[in-house]
């Protein structure tokens, strides 16, 4: 409270006595009774006037003092109540003088932010910010009330901001109410409520733990009222179980509080727990924090289903889920992995990751039916197991197996290794019509069957075997196949330096065929080399040479011959080849000759002719000559006429350019000059049907 405007005047019309020398005073009592005072000199005012906004004042308010000394008048105005206004006093003797005050009353402006707090079982601290401006402000007053008692205590100082109530009653809420004051006058009040609660209480760092229970024990400061207490407790889920949170909590109406036991708290996992107290004016702050770790206990539950991942002849891989996180009663720490075959043993040996709940297993036995078990394991114990059947198959089967026919009557088997060989020891080979072949040899690779049957075809087999276990079959067939057949050789044509030929073979299949030649009077020996075709041609032969030819058939069963045969190359003289030629048309002539062709084995002596042009008669027919043998005799043979063909045709297989026939031997031949006579011998035998050893290709 407190005066905001005070106008003051000094009025004197210059005709009147009495003037206004100090203005209107303004003074305002504890009671909300203020008093205006006016001072005139003078003389005494014949009237004194007092209004307030142009409205008189009633008079009997009013006093007036005289001061002889001074020769002073004092009127004084007490007015009651909080009226402010424009207050005017008028005095007057003769002419008027008058002096005005304006008086605008208000309230002190209240404290701000007021709160209230208990710092004790009995006290309560009251805090605030001062008004801003102060505005006169000289001190505050504060009240309570609570349980049946109030209080109030004066707080001096207009910049004060705190004050502590005493002596209250614990459990007990308090209404508290603080004003400001000013010159009597107070401020707004401003209110807040508070409850006196226990304080904190505070447990014991040691604790007794057992598989399920923990018992904390503390105690509640002096001066605190409790009517109860809540304790809660919080599992640590970086242990076990990160993904379930496991909060817990029990309220205990009581009037005291000593300690707790906890109960149905999960094995194996820590715990942080704590304590509230409690009365009739609320909950106490939240007691210090105390850590439990449960005693671990087997895990009460198996792993999640086991998956086979791969299995071999001697291992399995295996993977399993985790153990429900309320079953695990602690952390896990390692799995117990066993295989167990249908006789109850245990096999192999187990090497497990624990993080990714994987296990393989070694060292067991081919084609053998397992349980494979897996159980959890803390640092309390191994929990129960899960199960799973797996069966491992027979030793591996050898790969990349092949069989090829080497021989007329063998066949050689090869494959490569099963890799890794594990148990592997060696390797069985069947066949149609044979014993079982045993090999030893877990890294033996090939193997020949022999004494078989040519012609026949065979069923074939082969198992890697394992201490009497077989790994899965590789089954194939194959056909023995033979020899070529008869080799026979066709002449197209013969030259002076040059021999073309072609070629078939009665029966089987040919691989290659190869054409050898030698000179008779050398043994030089020259080769074709492998061919694929039925065609070749002899270049850069001697001229008038005797030759010996062989054309060669060969596949896997092995090479036929042909019969060896002579020809003899032409000459290069034309004057001797004039004495050998025929009357001929302008289109052609004799170009071949004779041809002295024996057989080395049975020394038969036969006329190979090659004609370029068509004739009606032949003009000459070749000499045989003499031919050396290794008895020194010579066989002699007369030949039959031989069979012209077109020169445009000598290449067809229709037509054939010469005839190969058996001659007959006749006494009267006659023997060329020069040579002894001749031992006829008997025929050969034919070898053939029909009279002729040779007959055309």
């Known amino acids: 409270l407190g005066l905001k405007t005070v106008n003051v005047g000094l009025y004197n019309s210059g005709g009147g006595i009495v003037t206004l020398s100090g203005g209107v005073n303004f003074t305002l009592d504890s009671d909300d009774r203020f008093t205006l005072t006016c001072i005139s000199t003078g003389g005494p005012a014949t009237t004194v006037t007092w209004t307030r906004d142009s409205t008189t004042v009633t008079q009997g308010t009013q006093t007036v003092l005289n001061d002889p000394e001074t020769a002073q008048y004092t009127h004084t105005l007490t007015v009651a109540g909080r009226l402010g206004g424009l207050y005017t006093c008028t005095v007057s003797n003769g002419k008027p003088s008058s002096a005005s005050a304006s008086i605008t009353l208000q309230d002190p402006q209240p404290p701000t932010d007021v709160t209230a707090v208990q710092d004790g079982p009995t006290s309560i601290t009251v805090t605030w910010t001062p008004p801003d401006p102060l505005d006169g402000i000289t001190g505050y007053t504060i009240s309570y009330t609570g349980g049946g008692s109030s209080g109030s205590v004066d707080v001096s100082g207009g910049s004060t901001n705190s004050y502590t109530l005493t002596g209250l009653t614990n459990g007990q809420t308090y209404t508290i109410s603080i004003v400001a004051t000013s010159s009597g006058l107070s401020s707004p009040p401003v209110q807040a409520s508070v409850g006196l609660v226990p304080s904190a209480p505070v447990l014991d760092s040691t604790t007794t733990v057992t598989a399920t229970t923990v018992i904390i024990s503390g105690s509640v400061p002096s001066g605190s009222v409790v009517t109860g207490y809540v304790v809660q407790w919080q599992r640590d889920t970086s242990i076990v179980c990160p993904d379930l949170r496991d909060d817990g909590s029990v309220t205990v109406a009581s009037s005291s509080f000593t300690g707790h036991t906890i109960t149905g708290l999960e094995p194996g996992n820590r715990y942080t727990i704590t304590v509230t107290v409690s009365n009739g004016a609320g909950s106490g702050p939240v007691s210090n924090a105390v850590a439990a770790m449960i005693t671990a206990t087997a895990p009460s539950g198996p792993p999640g289903p086991i998956t086979l991942v791969t299995v071999t002849p001697n291992s399995a891989i295996v993977q399993w889920g985790e153990v429900l996180c309320l079953q695990r009663n602690g952390e896990i720490t390692d799995y117990t992995v066993t295989a167990t075959n249908s006789d109850g043993m245990e096999e192999g040996t187990a090497s497990v990751d624990v993080d990714a709940r994987r296990a393989t297993i070694s060292g067991l036995t081919p084609s053998t039916q397992y349980t494979v078990s897996v159980a959890a394991v803390n640092s309390a114990g191994t929990g129960p197991s899960t199960t799973l059947p797996v069966e491992t198959p027979g030793p591996p089967s050898p790969t990349d197996v092949t069989a090829v026919q080497d021989g007329p009557t063998s066949i050689t088997v090869t494959w490569t290794p099963p890799s890794p060989l594990g148990d592997t020891t060696g390797y069985r ?193 070749g000499s045989v000559g003499a031919l050396a043998t290794t008895n020194q005799s010579v066989e ?40 002894p006579p001749p031992t006829v011998s008997s025929q050969p035998t034919p070898t053939a049907a029909g009279d002729s050893l040779y007959e055309p290709v």
Do not use: M
């Not at 054939?656 to 009267?668: F, I, L, P």
């Open 429 to 621: 080979i069947s066949f149609t019509g044979g014993s079982d072949v045993d090999i030893d040899g877990g890294s033996t690779n090939s193997y020949t069957l022999t004494g078989l049957t040519n012609g026949q075809t065979y069923t074939i087999s082969i198992v890697a075997t394992s201490e009497h276990l077989f790994s899965d079959a590789t089954t194939f067939e194959i056909t023995l196949i033979p020899a070529p057949g008869q080799v026979f050789v066709s002449v197209s044509s013969i030259t002076a330096t040059s021999i073309s030929l072609s070629w078939s073979v009665s029966s089987g299949r040919v691989a290659s065929w190869e054409v050898v030649w030698r000179p008779t009077d050398r043994g030089t020996e020259s080769t074709s080399g492998p061919l694929s075709g039925t065609t070749y041609t002899i270049l850069q032969l001697d001229p008038s040479t005797i030759y010996t030819l062989t054309v060669s058939a060969t596949n896997v069963a092995g090479t036929t011959d042909s019969t060896p045969i002579l020809f003899s190359t032409g000459v290069t003289d034309a004057k001797q080849a004039e004495s050998t030629s025929c009357d001929c048309n302008n289109t052609g002539a004799i170009i071949g000759g004779v041809v002295a062709v024996a057989l080395i084995a049975a020394v038969t002596v036969i006329v190979i002719v090659i004609l370029r042009s068509r004739r009606s008669t032949p003009k000459t027919r």
């Open 636 to 675: 002699l043979y007369k030949f039959s006429e031989p069979t012209y063909a077109d020169p445009d045709q000598l290449q067809t297989t229709s037509n054939e350019a010469y005839n190969v026939v058996r001659g007959t031997a006749e006494d009267d031949y006659e023997v060329p000059q020069n040579l």
